[in-house]
């Protein structure tokens, strides 16, 4: 089954990074600071990662 919620639901794409307001591409969907998606939410957009956290849990998401 394919997780509806939670770090597993969640696949950081890509990353704009623009210092002023950095975006990040999670499901698809553009997202900033503060944003969430399926329960998870953006913490942090860095030029190689975003930081996810869910329910108390962080996760560092590296990007290519």
Same mark, same amino acid.
């Given at each position: 089954?394919?997780? +509806?919620?939670? #770090? &597993?639901?969640? %696949?950081?794409? !890509? @990353? #704009? #990074?623009? =210092? $002023?307001?950095?975006?990040? *591409?999670?499901? !698809?969907? +553009?997202?900033?600071?503060? &944003?969430?998606?399926?329960?998870?939410? @953006? =913490? $942090? *957009?860095?030029? /190689?990662? @975003?930081?996810? /956290?869910?329910?108390?849990?962080? %996760? +560092?998401? %590296?990007?290519?």
């Amino acid at each position: 089954p394919v997780a +509806t919620t939670g #770090f &597993d639901s969640v %696949k950081v794409q !890509g @990353v #704009f #990074f623009r =210092t $002023a307001n950095p975006l990040a *591409i999670l499901n !698809g969907k +553009t997202v900033s600071v503060g &944003d969430k998606v399926n329960g998870v939410e @953006v =913490t $942090a *957009i860095e030029q /190689s990662s @975003v930081t996810l /956290s869910y329910e108390g849990e962080t %996760k +560092t998401v %590296k990007v290519k």
